[in-house]
Structures are given as structure tokens and as C-alpha cells.
């Protein structure tokens, strides 16, 4: 079962930050996507969630950019935190699926000692 995100005060209301803002800087996130300049992506949408912690697109791109600079764990922690945000977005379980392929190809075990 998961855990809910906390849903307190969220940044961008504390610092008054306009809805129109947000959405400028997740347009720039998602060109910043597919010109393939993922260090940058990963600033924003950190950027994002401290603005609004409860909205899971934010974590979602955040772990593409995150699987692309090969942080494939930290991925996966990212699209579980967008999960405790909306339980039912079928993007991200899609994207944990595959996630978690991608882990169990990567991961070697280490032969136990005789």
C-alpha cells in the first residue's frame, strides 16, 4: 500500500507563484527533453516539485531525464513518488514496469563464497 504525499501548503502558493509560470518552466522541462539535454531537465522539474510537490508530471519527467543520464535507480525512486501523488496514472506504471526491467537487466549477482 502507499503512502500519500503530504498535501500541505505547497511552494508556489507560499511564494505566490502563478499557475501560468508553471506551466512556462514544464513546456521549457519537456523542449529541454527532447533536445536531449537531461542535466537541465533534472534542475527544472527539481525545480518543479519544490514548487508543487503533489503533481506527479513533474516526477515523471523528472525520472525519464533521470533513466536517460543512466540513474536508473534514482528513476525508479522518482516514478514512485509520482505514484504516491496519483495512484492510477497509467504512465507511470507503465513506466515502472519498465523501470524495473531495466534494473533487473543491469543488475549482476555476485556469486556467493565457497
Given at each position: 500500500m502507499h503512502a500519500q504525499i503530504e498535501s500541505g501548503p505547497k511552494m508556489k502558493s507560499l511564494l505566490g507563484i502563478p499557475d501560468e509560470a508553471l506551466d512556462a518552466v514544464m513546456a521549457l522541462a519537456f523542449q529541454l527533453y527532447q533536445a536531449r539535454r537531461y542535466r537541465e531537465v533534472e534542475v527544472l522539474c527539481r525545480g518543479l516539485i519544490a514548487a508543487d510537490h503533489t503533481y506527479w508530471w513533474s516526477y515523471s519527467l523528472y525520472a525519464a531525464a533521470l533513466r536517460r543520464l543512466g540513474r536508473l535507480s534514482e528513476a525508479l525512486a522518482q516514478i514512485e513518488r509520482g505514484l504516491l501523488c496519483e495512484p492510477r496514472e497509467p504512465r507511470l506504471?507503465?513506466?515502472?514496469?519498465?523501470?524495473?526491467?531495466?534494473?533487473?537487466t543491469t543488475t549482476t549477482t555476485v556469486p556467493a563464497a565457497a
Open positions: 506504471h507503465a513506466m515502472r514496469a519498465e523501470m524495473r526491467a531495466a534494473l533487473a
